[in-house]
């Protein structure tokens, strides 16, 4: 069964916070990656990664430019899920 | 090593003002001093999968006491090589302890050797990428594994800008990273260094290795007995990790602020033996001038010193051409040298074991007590050594100097002079 926005924010939250330790409340769908939550382009390789796992999707490397935003990642996710 | 002054502007005199050390015995310096003062083995089986399955010929190691996640963040310890984690614990401990001074960043330097590096993240990284792929590779591999991945960790978690040095130089780094801290506050390079060594090597790969070229004791059925330096019984080195790191800063820097002062750190003399890759020259000439370089570099006299902190590690071979160098050293004055081998107890800590000592000698001059060494049942007669045993001896008072052995891989042969501050 595909997982809704808010479980797909929870699940990403909690990868965010194991890279980087960031609070999951803190990653809301409005926030930038990189100017809010200070995300370098090494962690979120991570994040990336580690949210292919979790979710069963495939992010290629040339998206991952264009997730500039929580809700970029959230919205990719949900529409390419397996 | 011309380190004397050649001009009439005396050398800057160095001195001890923090101590941090997480080892196989203790979490913190304190903890590990006080168990070294008692006598305990820090020495324990092997509990870990990984020993039955590759079927490892040694069975027991010196681990770490306080793992490190019971005192770094979740992010620290994932971003960090064990070694890293090490050097970090202890690096904060020390730099704590010497009330984190104020000081010029520019002017505030880090020298922390490590004799082995990230071992741990290689290896995993190359099953990550074996079984899992190109793409699933942690992108922070490199900077883990590389040996000045510790250095880098504590000169970032510090600010640290007048330099972050790994010396690599096998069981003598972390002794390097001393020396050269203590040279770089000399010349004027720095005024404050956060100096020592780590490693993290208890890993299937270097117990095989170690245990391939019979370095190690197969004391498998007596851990806490199987490091006996001096013994007749000895059979080889325990492998162990952990970190050691000073605080070291210039006289009049320490002076000014009102700091507490453990200790000088008054003189490091370095040879090489360039006799064989691994085995060090038996008649132990090239580690004799290193020690006799490192008391002149004191500018004292071998009659100074009153104790030896030596680099025994329970070797047949590697015991006995330490104690032909000593008495090469010292001649007829080695009868008045108290020695010990503290690594009865910690195991030796490879890359991290020259730190970690001279950590144990500057408390050692602190409190005027040297610490016994264990498991010495049997002494080799062959070893003509006043080792200290049972219980801790003290010193006398007034100025007293020590040495610290460190010798590695290489045949590279490091000493360090302590001595009492008054």
Redesign the interface.
Known sequence: MALSEQEILEGLAEIVN????LEPEEVQMDKSFTEDLDIDS??M??IV?NAEDKFGVRIPDDEVKNLTHVRDAVTYIASNQG | MSTSPSSSQPARRVVITGVGATTPVGGTAPQTWEAILAGRSGVRPLTQDWVSEHELPVTFAGQIHTPPSEVL???EV?RNDPAGQYALIAAREAWADAGSPEVEKERLGVAVGSGIGGVWTLLDQWEVLRTRGP??V???TVPMLMPNGPAAAVSLDLGARAGAHCPVSACASGAEGMGLALQMIRTGRADVMVAGGTEAAIHPLPIAAFAAMTALSSRNDDPERASRPYDVGRDGFVIAEGAGVFVLEAEEHALARGATIYAELAGVGMSSDAYHITAGEPEGAGAARAMEEAVADAGLAVSDILHINAHATSTPVGDLAETKAIHRAFGSHTANLAVTATKSMTGHLLGAAGALEAVLTALTLRDRRVPPTINLDDPDPQIDLDVVTGAPRALPEGDVAAVNNSFGFGGVNVALTLRTYR
Not at chain 1, 18 to 21: A, I, Q, Y
């Open positions: 194991e890279e980087t330790g090494l962690s390789m991570t990664v | 963040t979740k992010v994932r793409r699933r942690f992108p922070l």
